[in-house]
């Protein structure tokens, strides 16, 4: 104690022990924290990312209200439901690519004044743009259609939106759950071509999407590239979105997902969709604000005009 090399408190946890998070309460003074880990046997050893978040204790994970969902695999995401009025519609966010854990754009969706929920995906690097076991994917469509049931609202009175890596999410969960309007900006929706275009299109940027093709297809041949991109195209081909409009801002010089927006386009268009898209100059990070505000913009037209809400 008081020294760099002695500490004042030893905890060991099994592998049980660590099936949920550990609560490792602080003595309220300047502390360094450190770990180990020991394992004996024969086999391989697999060891996941090591997260260290501050929690309210019986309260939330990250704020009041914030909670957390694994799979048995230890697949995680974080979910924030808050009912706000109770009336139509309930507004759906996924994050986008996030390194800080937490939740995205909760001061803009409570400003909305409608039922909202936010989601959160910490694997990766910042986030695996919310794909995963069956297990996974069917909690996120029933925690959404759950809220739903709480507030006595249809599917008809969801909406589901994302910015970047968030409209992955949105729209991949939206063959689910089949709600009343889709509205993304910077839309992603080829996870295959994202991870491919990082070798001569925009090179040593966002290689997250080599983390992401690997941890799917466990390779990044060609052919495990246009697997990864069949999930979105196989899961949009095979819903019913006679019921959903969809509002797109895409990035007319998009170094991510070139194709994205004429994708979405050539999916839905062959059906009776509606479909309204702002192409604005410029790569997939630049001019931010344009898009945000684009956004806030699409959220503040539905609601006006197809729930009676004004701001």
Do not use: C
């Amino acid at each position: 104690q008081g020294t760099a090399d002695g500490y004042t408190e030893k905890m060991i946890y099994t592998q049980k022990d660590l099936e949920r998070p550990v609560v490792i309460s602080s003595s309220g003074n300047p502390e360094f924290l450190a770990l180990s880990i020991a394992a004996r046997g024969n086999g391989t050893l697999r060891i996941g990312s090591i997260h260290y978040r501050n929690v309210a204790k019986g309260i939330g994970l990250f704020m009041a209200g914030g909670r957390r969902f694994a799979d048995a695999d230890r697949e995680e995401f974080f979910y924030y439901f808050n009912p706000m009025d109770l009336k139509p519609p309930l507004n759906v966010y996924f994050s986008g690519y996030r390194t800080a854990e937490g939740f995205e754009a909760y001061p803009l969706m409570k400003s909305l004044g409608a039922p909202f929920m936010l989601f959160s995906d910490p694997r990766l690097e910042g986030g695996a743009f919310y794909l995963g076991s069956e297990e996974y994917e069917e909690e996120i469509a029933s925690l959404i259609m759950d809220a739903a049931a709480y507030l006595g609202f249809t599917k008809d009175e969801i909406i589901l939106s994302g910015i970047s890596m968030g409209t992955y999410g949105a729209t991949y969960y939206s063959t689910k759950v089949l709600p009343h309007a889709v509205i993304i900006a910077k839309p992603l929706m080829s996870a295959g071509n994202i991870a491919n275009n990082l070798r001569s299109i925009r090179p040593n940027d966002f290689e997250t999407s080599l983390d992401l093709l690997l941890k799917n297809e466990q390779d990044q041949t060609p052919e495990a590239i246009e697997r990864m991109n069949r999930v979105m195209g196989d899961a949009l081909d095979a819903a019913d979105f006679s019921h959903t409009e969809f509002a797109i801002s895409y990035m007319i010089h998009d170094d991510y997902d070139r194709t994205a927006y004429a994708d979405l386009l050539d999916s839905l268009g062959k059906r009776n969709i509606s479909i309204y898209g702002k192409g604005v100059i410029g790569r997939h990070n630049d001019n931010t604000d344009a898009v945000v505000h684009w956004f806030e913009s699409a959220y503040n037209k539905i609601l006006r005009d197809d729930f009676g809400r004004e701001r």
